[in-house]
Structures are given as C-alpha cells and as structure tokens.
C-alpha cells in the first residue's frame, strides 16, 4: 500500500488549495479514505473521510462547508477542496486508509496559511 499526498503550500486567509492523494497497491474502490491534520503542537486529527463507493462522506465540524473530499476510483485517487482557509487550518495533511486492521498513512503535505 503506497499513498502519496500533494497540493499543499503557502496560501493567505480566505484562500484555497486543492490536496490530492495517490494511491496503490491495494483494490482502491473497497475502502473508506480519509484526510486527517497535525497542527503544531497539537494532537493528530480527522477532517474528512469518504466511503469506498463515495457515497457517504463525513466531516470534522470545523471544516464543515469549507472544505470537500471527493474521490475517483478509476485513477485511484483522492481529493480535499479546502475554501476559506483559515490560519488554524495550518497544519501538515495526511492521506489515510485502514486495510485488513492495518492503517496506512501517506507522508503528509504542509498546509499553511498566514494571517
């Protein structure tokens, strides 16, 4: 199982940035996927996951309408649509999928956004 994050970067308040997540190795349409965020100093946190199909999605309540995960199962993979970004969105964004009890992490994007 590989995951590879890209998109992040340096974007002001208000902004947006679009992260993408490739992945392989695995039958990528059966699993759910999720985007989670480290800030500094503080502990590791779910944003957003969505099921394998892409029909059911699931948001943390401080991204809720901000920001949007979506998937494309045909090229294996998985995108958040961040909008309105926020200073406290700044973070280092990770890709992530359970398989068979294991969890699989990808090497995670920097996310910052100044004031």
């Known amino acids: 199982v590989q995951l590879v994050e890209s998109g992040g970067g340096l974007v002001q308040s208000g902004g947006s940035l679009r992260l993408s997540c490739a992945a392989s190795g695995f039958t990528f349409s059966s699993y759910a996927m999720s985007w989670y965020r480290q800030g500094p100093g503080k502990e590791r946190e779910l944003v957003a996951a969505?099921?394998?199909?892409?029909?059911?999605?699931n948001y943390a309540d401080s991204v809720k309408g901000r920001f949007t995960i979506s998937r494309d199962n045909a090229k294996n993979t998985v995108s958040l649509q961040m909008n309105r970004l926020k200073p406290e969105d700044t973070a280092v964004y990770y890709c992530?999928?359970?398989?068979?009890?294991?969890?699989?992490w990808g090497q995670g994007t920097q996310v910052t956004v100044s004031s």
């Open positions: 969505i099921a394998g199909g892409g029909g059911f999605t």
């Open positions: 992530k999928t359970r398989r068979l009890g294991v969890d699989y």
